[in-house]
């Protein structure tokens, strides 16, 4: 007994990580799936959206990289589902280098393939990415063309019947960002829609989003934090639109049991590891 | 040698279970590819992302392969990225219409913006930190950058996470919840307030942390563990989900293990 | 000079930015946004910089050959390789390779069907997104190994952690047995809202004020040119 105590409590970490391997493999094998139950802030984000008209004219940046995207695409995707849906000016743009492919990916797997009615430079367009953070939203704030003078395929910008609507962030009715880090969420309601008066909604990272909360809700209209969040929205948008209700159109909600099993494992090493804690202060105590 | 043996074993069980499995697979028609380039393609990230994680085990030449791959390729991704979308229309589209206007549509006929030798003279004084010579003549263009960063940060912090947050925090003690009384939203809303000055408290270090002082200090504590707690949860929860997507990425699109699909 | 100058340029930089967010007209208005684009096209040159810091470091570990210098020939021709081909726009239109995708330059260089974007799908991404994928093995050793409750604090640290955990999954809804599944109520997950949305924000909020207030007062002392660590420090004659 003593030397499985040992052997537990001088775990080779090698160990830990096979286990949340299997934790995350397994479940993605068999499918692991369990019920959504929206929480009131994802409700609330899915309801502001729905309750615009149509035509609304909506920026929606993409602000992070490859190694968010599990957590941060789902949400994107959704997103760019219910403004397509919803038959919104979509404005696509970049803060992050790789947010300009993000954007490509979730315009090629949304737009391109569901909304063959949608016309580019008048119902969506794309303008890319631009460096300098915080620098570009205090520049589009008031004008677009100052920094973007041509979209991704290099033809200006007054060339798109969407750019004689809205030449500002001001002219927006929403900002949408998705963002892994900086520049991001917290630019984007500093710069861009305290300034601009702009609502703005917003999709972060876990790791962001307890970073975030004290913005909403006066700054923020909604926060959407990570995976699990970026799960109840697709269930929202699965229920009001049932063409997306296939589970396996939702990557989040796919997702979502490996994620559930694997904490139950991290939980449970936390416990093991405190029991051994606790057993050798009380041994320590007896000794003493 | 024994060590090194084992090491082996395990790196070629690491890489060789996986693509026997992904060998009988394609052999099954469980996993198409539209083109050779796709397959080539999506191998390829499989063995490095196996190449990366092998790294769970132990450090290893396949490991470093990759990571020096990472390095060259990103640095040069983001330079590929800054040229097409920033430098070519925003830089040479309004310093040198004449050069670009090929590619960049409505130049033609357009006078150059002479003022943009401006950020030109900069960016170039930026890339003279390559030279132990000249390399001082860099802070200029970096002082550039510090500036606008200093200038904007300086009125939008705040407005943003200064005075708009503590409005924010100016909220009701006493809530209503249909003309009754609501203990929850009271208590909640108290918690809040309370929490947000004893936080403060706890952070103000020209006085001592003595008598009611300290009391709220420590009711500050506790408040920022509660913080801190939530925060690690959500960073579990955030590490986790990107290592579902990588697992994902093996097992469905390299292997074609999809069952329920 | 080498200190004077760059001070002046972030004194004047930095007065015109505050300026014209109280001044939003002719010329501060105009100066501050045309600084903004300057800025922008400065920090592309940034990334060139540092591509050409790598150039510089790998290339003097090949040419001197020290421990390693087989990895920075990796990483040199994954470099240049990316370089070629991102700059060039390789691609292919109608089974043809091309230079300068889709044959007139103008093509979104984050196209699918480019050469570059295949790096990005096939090279960059897989490495990427498995360099922070490891960072879920790391999470979960360290909290096995030094996540404990050792006092007060560190005890509501880990219960509000657990909340988190539980919460924000479905199995905090099958723990809650006094709630039933399909309803509403004060269950683990309510709790975990309840939790993010008061305590929590309380103390990130906290944390902001202070921040915030020390973000104003270093953007100041640096506009000043009361802060000057970002000069580096002075060489020695």
Redesign the interface.
Known sequence: MGKIYDKIRNLDRRVVFLFIALAVIIPLLYAVRFPEFPTPMAKGVFDHIERMPEGSRVLISFDYDPASEPELEPMAIAWMRHCSIKKFKIYIMALWPLGQNMAQGAIKRVILKDFPNYKYGIDYVNIGYKSGGQGVINVILTDFEKLYPVDVTNRPLKSFPLFKEANSLKSMDLIINISAGTPGLKEWIQFGSDPAGTPIIGGSTAVQAPQLYPYHPKQILGLLGGLKAAAEYEKLLGDKYPQYSDVKLNKGRMRMGAQAIAHIVIMAFIIIGNLTFFIDRARGAKKG | MKGKLKKIIILAIIFGLPAVIGIVQMARGKVLYTSF?QA???W???F??LA??S???DDNPLY????????????????????????I???F??LTPWLVS?????LEGKKPNY??L???I???L??M??SSKFG?IS????????????????????????T??????IIPLITLNGGKFSILGTF?NT??????I???I??FFSVEHKGFFGVASRI??????????????????????????????L??DWLG?T??? | MKRTIPLAITFIVGVVLIVSKFIPHMPFGTLGEDFSVYFDIIATFAFILGGGNLLKVHADTIYRQRSGWGYSAICLIGFFITMVIGLLKFGAVNGRIVVGWPGDWKGDIADPAIWFSSIYEYVFKPLAATMFALLAFYVASASYRAFRAKNVEATVLLVASFIILLGRTFIGKAVSFWVPINRPGPDIPRLAEWVMDYPTRAGQRAIMIGIALGIVATSLKIILGIDRTYLGVEEEK
């Open positions: 380039g080539l393609g999506t390829f990230g499989a490095l992302t990366i994680v790294f769970l085990y470093r392969f990759s990571e020096a791959l990472f390095i060259g390729v990103s640095a040069a991704y983001w330079m590929v990225m800054g040229f097409w979308t920033v430098l229309p925003n830089l589209g309004r090929s590619i960049i549509e409505g003022f943009y401006i950020p030109l900069f960016g170039i930026l890339l930190r390559l001082w802070r200029w263009a970096l002082a550039f950058i510090v500036g606008t960063t200093a200038g904007l940060n300086f009125v939008q912090y705040a407005i943003s996470d200064f708009e947050q503590v409005k924010g925090s909640s918690v809040l307030f309370l929490g947000i004893c936080g403060l706890y952070f500050g504590i506790w408040i920022l563990m509660i913080s801190f707690g939530a925060s690690f949860g959500f960073t579990v929860m955030g590490r986790i989900a990107l290592l579902v997507g990588r697992v994902e990425f097992l469905y293990l069952p329920g699909m």
